[in-house]
């Protein structure tokens, strides 16, 4: 039964069936104690990661995806079901990214809409957002005082070239900071996650 198979073997599943490493029941003690100085790694669930996408009613051709704190890259893996111009994983954790690397590398190209992946190691409270459309995903990515320097780049980048850009937030613990600042609306949702677009 799935659930028992997920207590036993944790979130492997989407390994098992794409052949990737994205679990976290593999990562290093090192990894792992470095995760807790910043925001551990997990990976997103697949079905609900597929809802938020399909909740999102625009044409996707149009908007560059970005994963805030992409880790193994899962999240990226998912995004290249969607036909995106462009798909980036931004990860401040070389570890993984260098997983995440090796997933795109493996992940069967018929099952991709995308093709365009790059994950990258940054800070993604620091990152230059690319000029295009962007709908960018944020799962647990960052604790508190990182997230409100995120939201302080993406209002700056916002400023300087207005453009559509809508958040995807899966457990959304920080919506509210989302919600006060006034370049984003709540655009649908549930309780597992928050929808926002152009304020
Ligand atoms: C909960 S995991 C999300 C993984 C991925 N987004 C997914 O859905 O499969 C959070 C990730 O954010 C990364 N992270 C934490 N702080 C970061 C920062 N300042 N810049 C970039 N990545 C960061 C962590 O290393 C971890 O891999």
């Known amino acids: 039964m799935p659930d028992r198979r997920r207590q036993r073997y944790g979130d492997v599943d989407y390994d098992w069936e794409y052949r990737v490493d994205t679990t976290s029941a593999t990562i290093r003690w ?11 790694y997990q990976p997103v669930e697949p079905e609900l990661f597929r809802a938020m996408l399909n909740a999102l009613h625009i044409d996707f051709t149009r908007f560059t995806f970005i994963d805030i704190g992409s880790g193994k890259g899962r999240a990226l893996l998912l995004a290249s079901e969607y036909p995106f111009e462009r798909i980036l994983g931004v990860e401040l954790l070389p570890e993984l990214n260098q997983i995440a690397r090796e997933n795109i590398r493996k992940f069967p190209r018929h099952l991709q809409r995308c093709s365009n992946i790059e994950a990258r190691v940054e800070d993604a409270t620091k990152i230059s957002f690319p000029p295009q459309g962007l709908v960018i995903f944020l799962f647990h990515p960052l604790p508190e005082a990182d997230f409100v320097k995120f939201l302080a780049n993406l209002n700056g980048s916002l400023e300087t070239l207005p453009r559509p850009i809508y958040l995807l937030y899966a457990h959304p613990v920080f919506a509210g900071m989302v919600e006060s600042c006034r370049r984003f609306k709540r655009i649908g949702g ?10």
């Open 190 to 199: 549930s309780e597992q996650y928050a929808l926002f677009g152009p304020g």
């Open 30 to 40: 090192r990894t792992r104690l470095r995760g807790l100085l910043h925001s551990p």
